[in-house]
């Protein structure tokens, strides 16, 4: 459906706002603006993975919770900048996940920390896998990888399928 009769006119648009004339003569070059590098924006638990694993998570009944210091403490993580994460459902399952900056200094220190409480280095199910130490037979392994600036803890190996910076590697 057009409305004509409720738009003015070319005529009348120029009419109502006569053009002005340009006062400014200025020898003075204006100033440019150079263009940035887009600042990316800091992980959260609803942006950190891809998004199959919160479809995932959604299908088997797993709701986003406040991260309580589960099976391993991970909390370090959020106090220092980034985040700790959990998902649980009605069960027993719960799927914990953790982000932090880290320069490489800070990693190597933290790697030497990981092997001497018994962190053992994989290549499975990514290159860099420090796997938990076993200490109950009732729960799967979690662990740490550092890649590009940042250690991720993954309660699951499998959740690694779904950490952009991991499956991009």
């Known amino acids: 459906m057009l409305l004509t009769s409720c738009s003015p006119t070319a005529a009348e648009v120029v009419a109502s706002n006569p053009p002005v004339a340009s006062t ?18 800091a992980p959260t638990c609803v942006t950190a993975l891809t ?18 210091g589960w099976r ?25 996940f953790g982000q932090l900056p880290l320069t490489s200094t800070e990693w ?3 790697r030497t920390e990981l092997v001497a409480t018994g962190y053992v ?11 938990e130490p076993d200490t109950d037979p009732n729960y799967i392994d979690g662990g740490f990888v550092y890649r590009d600036g940042n250690l991720f ?17």
Request: with cysteine; glycine share 6%; hydrophobic share 35%.
């Open 24 to 41: 400014a003569t200025s020898s003075t070059p204006s100033a440019t603006v150079e263009p940035t590098e887009p600042v990316a924006e």
């Open 51 to 68: 998004e199959d694993a919160y479809t995932d998570f959604e299908t088997s009944g797993l709701a986003l919770r406040d991260y309580q």
């Open 72 to 96: 391993t403490d991970i909390q370090f993580m959020a106090d220092d900048g980034g985040i700790a994460c959990a998902w649980q459902g009605q069960g027993d399952v719960v799927v914990i």
């Open 108 to 110: 190597e220190t933290k």
């Open 121 to 131: 280095e994989e290549t499975d199910p990514v290159a860099g896998y420090f796997n």
């Open 153 to 169: 803890y993954v309660s699951y190996p499998a959740v690694t399928q779904w950490i952009p910076a991991l499956v991009s590697a």
